[in-house]
């Protein structure tokens, strides 16, 4: 088990004792078999994925125990949570996975990979590389737009829009519309990879500060919603 998600899974589950009123948070090692990776907060819950055993483990912070949810392949994605499930994509079918919090199930599949909610809808990104937004409940695509999505893909809805990650562009659709709205380059961008014998994978975003704050293989980039023009910053990333 990596030491990093160790980590980061003890801060977690710090925190939300924390915050559900523990007179002094404890720091606790939770030990899972496989691969810890990507962690996400939600649902009252701490929600780590296994990336080669294929499990979601969800930790109670109350109680530091955990359940390990099958799903039967590899995970590449943190956690998305919306529409009263929890979405995560599946490295090899090119699939993501609804679960059910209250039975801890999978039950069902939708179309595409890296997963975002936002805008009451499900964003996925296709095979055919085409940005898919889908209904939730029914699994209906309620719009397929084309955008740049190299090594990227919905990963964020802030500020009306939905922003689609790539190696050399951010691109913002309307969630009013679903159109694009605006195609914004990261200058001295680089591709995301093989790099200097280690692999650099960013392309994800956040917003705070009324910003957009991209990280990319070529360093982390602030765009600002009101000119939609990204400055790289002198943060860079390294494998």
């Known amino acids: 088990m990596r030491k990093s998600a160790l ?6 589950v710090a925190v939300l004792a924390a915050a559900a009123g523990a007179a002094t948070p404890t720091h606790t090692t939770i030990t899972t078999q496989g691969s810890p990776g990507d962690m996400a907060v939600g649902l009252g819950s701490v ?13 109670d912070p109350r109680t530091n125990k955990f359940k390990a949810i099958e ?5 590449c994605s943190l956690p998305v949570f919306g529409g009263g499930a929890v979405w995560i994509w599946g490295c090899d079918s090119d699939v993501t996975y609804k679960i059910d919090p209250s039975t801890n199930r999978v039950v069902g599949k939708r179309e595409g990979v ?36 190299a090594n990227g893909g ?20 309307g969630l009013e519309t679903n159109k694009v709205k605006a195609v914004i380059p990261l200058p001295g961008w680089k591709r995301s990879g093989d790099l200097n014998g280690g692999f ?13 704050w991209n990280a990319n293989a070529g360093g982390l980039y602030v765009i600002d919603p009101a000119t939609n023009i990204a400055k790289r910053t002198k943060l860079v990333f390294h494998p």
């Open 7 to 12: 980590a980061l899974v003890a801060i977690a």
């Open 71 to 75: 799903v039967g392949e590899s995970l």
């Open 154 to 173: 919905p990963t964020l809805g802030a500020d009306g829009s939905m922003w689609i990650s790539a190696d050399d562009t951010v691109t913002r659709i």
């Open 200 to 212: 650099l994978y960013a392309n994800s975003i956040a917003f705070a500060g009324g910003k957009s």
């Open 47 to 59: 929600w780590v994925t296994d990336h080669r055993l294929g499990v979601v483990y969800r930790i």
């Open 114 to 149: 890296n997963p975002a909610f936002a805008g009451g809808s499900l964003w996925t990104v296709s095979s055919s590389n085409t940005v898919l937004r889908i209904d939730p409940k029914s699994g209906v695509t309620l719009a397929s737009i084309s955008a740049d999505v």
